[in-house]
């Protein structure tokens, strides 16, 4: 199923990670452990800030093209920071595993 890369979230936003970064391995929990995320806003590059009490914002500028650059919200940084990953390598929507998506907020 198509999804939205900003409401990519759990097992999806992790799968979509993985995808990203070229390998296969949803059980890598890239959005909610730093040992997994951390590396990835360390190498791409991501800003993060936290605007408001609710949420966190992530920025990435992209190098390919100087007009470019993603900017998403999450309400942890992990996610801001992985769905703007995501954004950078797959774009703004994303064909996800059905199964990945069974109890997860659309």
């Given at each position: ?15 979509a ?36 009490w ?29 769905r ?23």
């Amino acid at each position: 199923m198509k999804v939205k890369t900003s409401e990519l979230s759990g097992a999806a936003l992790d799968w979509a990670v993985g995808q990203a970064d070229g390998c296969d391995l949803a059980a890598v929990e890239y959005s909610s452990k730093w040992e997994f995320g951390g590396p990835i806003i360390e190498r791409e590059v991501i800003t993060l800030i936290h605007p408001r009490w609710d949420c966190w914002t992530a920025h990435k500028y992209d190098e390919r093209d100087e007009e470019e650059s993603y900017t998403l919200d999450g309400l942890t940084p992990l996610i801001a920071a992985m769905r703007v990953y995501v954004a950078s390598k797959l774009g703004d929507e994303v064909e996800v595993p059905d199964e990945l998506l069974e109890g997860e907020s659309k």
